[in-house]
Structures are given as structure tokens and as C-alpha cells.
């Protein structure tokens, strides 16, 4: 068995000796692996519950068109999520494009004039940065007299809760918590840290809204933000939560009056949660948060596989080998660009879709700096599936994440390390 194993995986051009070290460092992490899988089918029952509970039937799995009012199917798919993250509502659409949206309908549709969003854990994702008014742009928060604060994490990680107690002021309406770094240095925070600074601020301002940039962190621990206080979670549907299958959308769900305003703003005043076609998508969105459990445990075993690899030939990985993970995002710093390139041509090599192309380092709008992309995606930019990206300068960090399932997530890291090994760039 093993032996033809090895046979597949030479056919598609790996050397015996990487093979052997890769087997090598899998054999160690099946232990991690069964905690992982463990999660894994608590978050599996805990999805099927909520179907069963929604009474998901056939007809939900057809769409509407037009208004799409009376979409039983969309309905039925937002109760199903209201109840996997145990909140009052939930706002689920394609009409939201993706993660940053959701983040600013969400933002949007719950601040007015002279509110203020505070940031706890220090910068917020790029994207942000420019619907906030952070970084100029058109149309921006700032340009309808909303203000924002960001306090940073102590260096340790931990909260700077005298600097956020200091921030707190009349007109603070949503603290913004980011669960994952993203590309920031930062770690990630686990739900319980995130339950910590909500009753935190919830003591020195009960009304305040805590919402939850939940990106990457869904299914990765039993509970969610939304567990432990948060009054809105939100996230994109290219990753975790659509499980590979939804082509589109993000979600919000949390308390029922911040929903609701989030929906005005995303349709309009007066229309809401009412309307919005969903044009046949309510299938992939159930299917693919039914798989989406299980989908985010082989990412996160993909992950682990790696930072395993790449530190046992020493280099530094983010988190390391052995911390527990709060995110399914990985960081291998390889302080030189051929060794970035050579990591992103084996991801890419590795893909189901577009293998036979090669990556290269291209001038991204919004960047200060080359950026090379690894992605042989079903879904064009789904970062569930397996995928690579760097910003070609110093430290030469290749961040990587997804893979739908753990044995293409393995396959593609020992493809990277083979065209490493190919390129003779470190001593084998
Ligand atoms: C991906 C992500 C977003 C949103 O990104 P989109 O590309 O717009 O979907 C926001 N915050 C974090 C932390 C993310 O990882």
C-alpha cells in the first residue's frame, strides 16, 4: 500500500528522498491530527443540527429570481447559520462580493455621524484600512464623519486593557476585533481571548457593539466569537464557512437589531432582509457550510504538515510547529525570493486547476511591493482552496492557506519543497 503510495506521488515528480522526509514529519502530527479531527466532528454535528432543526427540505435547495421575496431557500440557509454561531440573526447573501463587504455593510449600516470604531487589536486588515478612511479613499467612513482608534496588542500579545479602557470614550459605537493576523505579526487570537476583551469593554460600556472580523477562524475551535459575547461575527464565504462550494458571498450574524441594519444598508431602508434573489446559490451556501467543518480541519492540517516541514529545515514559521492554531493561515519566512518562487511554483504545481502554469511576481494595485500568487482554484480567488501569496520583500514570507481536502494540502507543500530541491537552494 505504502509503496504504491510513493509510486503516485514519483509519477507526479517527487523525488524518493523528499517523499521519505515528508512521511517522516507526518508521522509525528497524527496525534495533533486527531484533535483536529475531533473538532472537527463537533462542528460537523453542530452544523447537521442546525439543518435539521431549519427543517432544510429539497425545495430550499432551489433558488429565486426577480425581488426574490418569499426565498424559502435563502431564508432557511440564514437560519441554519443564526444557529451554527448561536446568534439572533443572520444575513447570508451573494449580494455581499466578499469578506470586505460583509465587514462593510456590517460597519456601515451601524454607525452614524460622529461615532467612532475602536480596533483592540491593533491594525486592521488592508482592505479596512481604506473603508475606514485609515488610508484615504472615496466614499470612505471618514467622509461621513465617522472616526476611528485602533490600540495596539502588548508586545507579548496580550491586551493593552489600560490603553483600551484610555480609548473608550461617548461616542464609541463598534469595537472591531480581527480573530485572525491576516498579514499583520501579530498572533492570532483564540475565541477566548476574544471573550475576554468583550467583557472587558462590555463593563466600562454595556452598549458599545462588539463585532467580530471572523476571516479565516470559522470551525477552527469549537466555539465562535459569537459564543463568547461577540454582537456581530462576520466573514467571507470563499472561506472557511463555504466549505469550497459557495462561489460567492460573505455572512453577518449577531444580535437581530444590528443584523437588520446591516441588511438596510446592503439592500435598502425599508427592503432589508426582504428581498434579494438568490438565483439558485442557496445549495452551494448549504452544502458547502455542511461540508465546511471538515473542509477547514484538512487546511489546518495542511498547515500544521507545513510549518512542521519548512521548521525542521530551519526556517522560521508563523505560528511554529508545535502552537496551538486559532486560524488556518501559515507564514514560512525564507528571507530570499528564489525561495519564494520556487515554494509558489510547487503550490501551484500541485493544483487541480491551472498546474501548468507558472507563477510570477507582478506589480498588485494597493501593494508597495511585487506580489507573486500561487492558486489553481475551482473558485477564482477562494483562499479555502490551496493557495500562496508574498509580497516579494523583505523577510520573504510566503503566507499560505486552504486546501479542501489534507491530502491535496500535503501534496502541494511537498511539491513545494520539491522544486526547492530541484532549484538546489538549500543544502539536502
Ligand atoms: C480575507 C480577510 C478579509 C476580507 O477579505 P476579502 O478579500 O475582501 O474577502 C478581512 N479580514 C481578514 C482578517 C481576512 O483574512
Not at 472580523?213 to 454582537?231: I, R, T
Request: glycine share 10%.
Amino acid at each position: 500500500m505504502e509503496d504504491r503510495l510513493k509510486d503516485y506521488y514519483m509519477s507526479l515528480g517527487i523525488d524518493e528522498k523528499v517523499y521519505d522526509y515528508c512521511s517522516k514529519v507526518e508521522e509525528k502530527l497524527l496525534s495533533r491530527f486527531r484533535e483536529i479531527d475531533k473538532t472537527a466532528e463537533k462542528n460537523q454535528i453542530k452544523v447537521i443540527k442546525a439543518m435539521q432543526e431549519a427543517r432544510l427540505a429539497e425545495h430550499h435547495l432551489y433558488g429565486s429570481t426577480g425581488y426574490g421575496y418569499n426565498d424559502d431557500g435563502r431564508d432557511a440557509v440564514e437560519k441554519i447559520y443564526a444557529a451554527v454561531f448561536h446568534t439572533e440573526d443572520a444575513l447570508v447573501r451573494q449580494q455581499i462580493i466578499c469578506g470586505t463587504h460583509a465587514l462593510t455593510v456590517a460597519l456601515a449600516g451601524n454607525l452614524r455621524p460622529g461615532d467612532e470604531i475602536l480596533s483592540v487589536a491593533g491594525k486592521v486588515y488592508d482592505t479596512l484600512e481604506g473603508v475606514i478612511g485609515v488610508r484615504k479613499e472615496k466614499g470612505s467612513l471618514a467622509e461621513y464623519g465617522i472616526t476611528f482608534q485602533q490600540v495596539d496588542l502588548r508586545p507579548d500579545g496580550s491586551w493593552d486593557y489600560e490603553g483600551i479602557r484610555n480609548a473608550i470614550n461617548a461616542h464609541t459605537k463598534i469595537i472591531e476585533i480581527q480573530r485572525s493576523k491576516g498579514y499583520d505579526v501579530r498572533p492570532t487570537l483564540s475565541v477566548a481571548m476574544i471573550g475576554d476583551i468583550i467583557t472587558f469593554v462590555k463593563s466600562i460600556k454595556p452598549d458599545v457593539i462588539c463585532m467580530v472580523d471572523n476571516c479565516y477562524g470559522e470551525f477552527v475551535e469549537e466555539q465562535e466569537p459569537s459564543d463568547v459575547g461577540a454582537d456581530l461575527v462576520v466573514g467571507s464565504l470563499i472561506k472557511n464557512p463555504g466549505g469550497g462550494l459557495a462561489p460567492i458571498g460573505g455572512y453577518i450574524c449577531g444580535r437581530k437589531e444590528y443584523v437588520e441594519q446591516a441588511a438596510y444598508r446592503l439592500t435598502t431602508p425599508g427592503i432589508g432582509k426582504e428581498a434579494g434573489a438568490s438565483l439558485g446559490v442557496s445549495r452551494q451556501f448549504a452544502q458547502g457550510l455542511f461540508l465546511a467543518p471538515n473542509v477547514t480541519a484538512s487546511a489546518l492540517k495542511g498547515a500544521i504538515f507545513a510549518s512542521n516541514i519548512y521548521e525542521g529545515l530551519g526556517f522560521k514559521t508563523v505560528p511554529d510547529a508545535k502552537v496551538e492554531r486559532h486560524d488556518i493561515i501559515q507564514a514560512v519566512e525564507f528571507g530570499r525570493p528564489e525561495l519564494v518562487q520556487a515554494f509558489c511554483e510547487g503550490i501551484q504545481a500541485a493544483a487541480p486547476v491551472d498546474s501548468f502554469v507558472t507563477p510570477e511576481p507582478w506589480a498588485m494595485p494597493g501593494y508597495d511591493s511585487e506580489v507573486i500568487m500561487a492558486a489553481g482554484a475551482f473558485i477564482s480567488g477562494s483562499s479555502i482552496e490551496l493557495s500562496a501569496d508574498a509580497p516579494m520583500k523583505e523577510p520573504y514570507a510566503v503566507y499560505f492557506q486552504g486546501g479542501l481536502t489534507y491530502p491535496h494540502a500535503k501534496f502541494g507543500i511537498m511539491m513545494s519543497l520539491q522544486k526547492i530541491v530541484e532549484k538546489k537552494l538549500i543544502l539536502w
